[in-house]
C-alpha cells in the first residue's frame, strides 16, 4: 500500500509538472503548430498519467481508512501519514474533476 501511495503522488507530481512545462512557453503569439503539438502532448501524455493517477490514489486513499489495513501493511508514522493526506486531498480534486465532467456531459446532451 505505501508503494502505490508513494508511486500515485510520484505520477500527481511528474503530470502537474508536466503540464505546467507544456503549458508555459505558450503566448498569443505561438503559431498553430506549436498549440497543436502542446494539444496531442497533454491529450497523450499528461491526461493518462493524471488518470493512471487517479486510478491508484482514490481506491487506495479508501481503502486507507481501515485501520487493520494501515496495520498489516506498515502504513504508519508522520511521514506515510502526510503522504496519506496529500493523496486523500489529490483524489477528492479528481473526483470533483469527474463529477463536473460528467454534469457538463449530461447538460450539453440534455440541452441537444
Do not use: H
Not at 506549436?34 to 498519467?49: D, H, K, Q, R
Request: aromatic letters at 18%; glycine letters at 8%; hydrophobic letters at 55%.
Amino acid at each position: 500500500m505505501r508503494s502505490i501511495q508513494f508511486l500515485g503522488l510520484l505520477t500527481s507530481i511528474v503530470s502537474f509538472l508536466c503540464l505546467f512545462g507544456a503549458l508555459a512557453p505558450l503566448s498569443p503569439d505561438s503559431s498553430a503548430s506549436v498549440e497543436g503539438a502542446i494539444g496531442l502532448f497533454l491529450m497523450f501524455f499528461v491526461a493518462p498519467l493524471f488518470g493512471f493517477s487517479a486510478l491508484l490514489l482514490i481506491p487506495s486513499s479508501i481503502a486507507l481508512f481501515n485501520a487493520k489495513l494501515r496495520a498489516n501493511t506498515y502504513f504508519y508514522g508522520k511521514f506515510w501519514y502526510g503522504v496519506w493526506g496529500i493523496n486523500s486531498l489529490i483524489s477528492i480534486g479528481y473526483v470533483f474533476v469527474i463529477l463536473y465532467i460528467g454534469y457538463i456531459y449530461l447538460t450539453l446532451k440534455v440541452s441537444n
